[in-house]
C-alpha cells in the first residue's frame, strides 16, 4: 500500500517562539512568517523524504510524507492548481 | 478509576481546568470525562504497546502501520477548529499526552517528522516529563494507578479523578 500524505495544521499564533533564535523571536508579520518557515524547513530537510509547509497569514500547514519522488509533489501540485488552490500547488511546486 | 467525583470536587476540577461555566453542564463533563479517559488509557496504553513490539515482533509492521493512522488521527486535534474552541487547559492536557506518544513513536520509528509540530508548539519539556515517568514508575500491573497519578501530576490533573478498589 502507498504511503499516505502526512498532514497537520496548527494555529500560527500557537508557535512557541522560543523554538526560533533569540533575535527573531520580536518579529512580527511577514517577517515572523519567514522565520517560521526557514524553521520548519531546517527541521523537516534533514528527515528526507518530502515535505510540504505553507505559513499564511494564521495557519502552519505541513504534508509529509517519508519516501516520495518529485513526480508525486507535482501531480498534487497539479491538482492544487487545477482546483484553484494556487498558493498551495505553488508551495509545492517549489518544493518538488 | 472512578469519575464520579462528588460534586464539590468534580466542580472544582472544572474550575482548575478552566471550563467555562457558561457551557451546558453535559459538555462540561464530557470535556472533564474525555481528558480523564485519556490520562488512563495513554499512560497504561504505553504498556501494552511496548509488551506487544517486544513479545510479538512478528507483528511490528502491523503495529507501526497502525501507530501512524492514531498519529494522524492525533495531529488533526492540533487544528484551529480545535485548540480555538476548546478550553485552553483541556488542549494543554491533551496535545502533551499526545506529544509524549509522537515523541515515543518518532523515535522508535525513526520518524521526527511525527513529533516535530509538537515540539513546534512547546510541548517539548511536558511530553519528556511523561516519557520520563514511564522510565521511573515500575513496569508492573500493580503500578498502573501510581503511573497514572504521576502523569497527572505532571499534567496538573491530581485531585481531579479518585481511584476506587476494583470488584471482580
Redesign the interface.
Known amino acids: 500500500m502507498p504511503e499516505?500524505l502526512?498532514?497537520?495544521?496548527?494555529?500560527l499564533s500557537?508557535?512557541?517562539r522560543?523554538?526560533l533564535p533569540a533575535e527573531k523571536r520580536g518579529l512580527q508579520g511577514e517577517a515572523f512568517r519567514k522565520a517560521v518557515q526557514e524553521?520548519?524547513e531546517a527541521?523537516?530537510a534533514p528527515?528526507g523524504?518530502f515535505?510540504e509547509i505553507v505559513i499564511s497569514e494564521?495557519?502552519?500547514s505541513?504534508r509529509?510524507k517519508?519516501e516520495g519522488t518529485p513526480a508525486d509533489m507535482v501531480e498534487e501540485a497539479v491538482a492544487c492548481l487545477s482546483k484553484g488552490d494556487y498558493n498551495r500547488g505553488v508551495a509545492m511546486l517549489r518544493f518538488a | 478509576m472512578n469519575f464520579g467525583l462528588p460534586n464539590s470536587r468534580r466542580d472544582e476540577a472544572i474550575r482548575r481546568l478552566q471550563i467555562p461555566g457558561t457551557l451546558p453542564s453535559k459538555v462540561q463533563d464530557m470535556l472533564l470525562d474525555g481528558l480523564l479517559l485519556q490520562l488512563r488509557s495513554m499512560s497504561v496504553g504505553f504498556r501494552v504497546d511496548e509488551w506487544l513490539r517486544q513479545s510479538h515482533p512478528e507483528l511490528r509492521q502491523l503495529q507501526a502501520e497502525s501507530v501512524r493512522q492514531q498519529l494522524q488521527e492525533n495531529a488533526k486535534a492540533l487544528s484551529p477548529q480545535i485548540r480555538q474552541s476548546m478550553p485552553k487547559q483541556v488542549v494543554n492536557g491533551n496535545t502533551a499526552m499526545n506529544g509524549a506518544y509522537a515523541l515515543f513513536w518518532s523515535r522508535v520509528l525513526g520518524e521526527a517528522q511525527q513529533w516535530l509540530p509538537y515540539k513546534a508548539l512547546g510541548y517539548e519539556n511536558q511530553a519528556g516529563a511523561l516519557l520520563k515517568a514511564l522510565d521511573m514508575v515500575p513496569d508492573e500491573p500493580g503500578q498502573d494507578c501510581a503511573l497514572v497519578d504521576q502523569w497527572a501530576l505532571t499534567l496538573g490533573l491530581a485531585g481531579t479523578y479518585e481511584w476506587s478498589p476494583y470488584h471482580a
Open positions: 499516505p502526512n498532514r497537520v495544521e496548527f494555529p500557537d508557535f512557541d522560543s523554538q524553521h520548519f527541521e523537516y528527515l523524504g515535505v494564521s495557519l502552519v505541513i509529509w517519508r
